[in-house]
């Protein structure tokens, strides 16, 4: 219930922001009378009224432990892990006044060279509910959502349609199903780790490499822009990015495992 008030709120918000962004631009520098602390008042309420969207840490991670509102992720940074136990482990609370964990990153780009790094990142209930409104308008007409989105995936990467059989019918039944389970399972993302690590490994032996995920991503983004139109807005296509980032973060995480086991 709080949620869609405070979603009705920021869109109500978002015309009040673009408007104050316009007033103090136009007000800088400006030779008038009273004009610089009118600049200041609308640059002020910009910043109070527009979205932030979420940012990405800079550094991969894994998520070591999940619950409802937080998961604990550990930073993976460029170290290997045969030296991570001689390295001392710290824990990063980020705040939980709305603040995400991301906003910790230059302080995790340090603390990775010399430790073992662990970071609370609570997650945005927000982009869940934006994420399945999107996602339950999409599936009223899964079929050619799924038929949209490998014409596009084959438009942008031609050379991934010898990977997929001629007739793509179970191909979008799986997709289908695997969107549909990743929405129902947002707020467990560790009880979906085991299943996407598998998929990785599944999708090495099909001939994937790291570079296809960033296509794949960009035909869904494409996608769900293209049958949302206006509704697809930039705080969901941040949601439904940083969705995909942790999605394939797991899936690479499992197709290295396979490779350092091959």
């Known amino acids: 219930m709080l949620y869609p008030l405070y979603e009705l709120q920021r869109r109500w918000a978002e015309p009040v922001a673009d408007m104050a962004g316009a007033m103090a631009g136009w007000l800088r520098g400006s030779p008038l009378p009273g004009a610089?602390?009118?600049?200041?008042?609308?640059?002020?309420?910009?910043?109070?009224?527009?979205?932030?969207?979420?940012p990405e840490?800079?550094?991969?991670v894994e998520v070591v432990a999940s619950r409802p509102f937080c998961r604990l992720v550990r930073v993976l940074g460029e170290r290997s892990t045969t030296d991570s136990a001689a390295r001392?482990?710290?824990?990063?609370?980020?705040?939980?006044?709305?603040?995400?964990?991301?906003?910790?990153?230059?302080?995790?780009?340090t603390l990775v060279a010399d430790h073992d790094v662990y970071v609370t990142d609570w997650l945005d209930a927000r982009e869940i509910a934006r994420?399945?409104?999107?996602?339950?308008?999409?599936?009223?007409?899964?079929?050619?959502?799924?038929?949209?989105?490998?014409?596009r995936l084959f438009d942008l990467a031609p050379t991934l349609r010898p990977l997929f059989p001629d007739d793509?019918?179970?191909?979008?039944?799986?997709?289908?199903?695997?969107?549909?389970?990743?929405?129902?399972?947002?707020?467990?993302?560790?009880?979906?780790?085991?299943?996407?690590?598998?998929?990785?490994?599944?999708?090495?032996?099909?001939?994937v490499v790291k570079t296809d995920f960033i296509v794949v991503g960009q035909a869904l983004i494409d996608?769900?822009?293209?049958?949302l139109g206006e509704q697809f807005g930039p705080a969901d296509r941040s949601a439904w990015t940083a969705?995909?980032?942790r999605i394939t973060a797991i899936m690479t995480m499992g197709t290295a495992h396979a490779v350092a086991a091959a």
């Open 36 to 54: 610089r602390f009118a600049q200041a008042g609308w640059s002020l309420l910009h910043r109070i009224t527009k979205r932030y969207p979420r």
């Open 57 to 60: 840490l800079a550094q991969p």
């Open 88 to 109: 001392p482990r710290v824990l990063l609370c980020a705040p939980l006044s709305g603040h995400h964990a991301s906003l910790l990153r230059d302080t995790i780009d």
């Open 243 to 245: 969705l995909y980032g």
């Open 131 to 151: 994420i399945r409104q999107g996602f339950s308008a999409v599936a009223a007409d899964a079929n050619r959502f799924t038929a949209s989105f490998y014409a």
């Open 168 to 207: 793509l019918s179970n191909q979008r039944d799986k997709l289908k199903h695997m969107l549909a389970m990743l929405v129902a399972g947002l707020d467990r993302p560790v009880a979906l780790k085991p299943t996407l690590a598998m998929l990785g490994d599944r999708h090495r032996s099909y001939g």
């Open 223 to 227: 996608t769900l822009a293209a049958h």
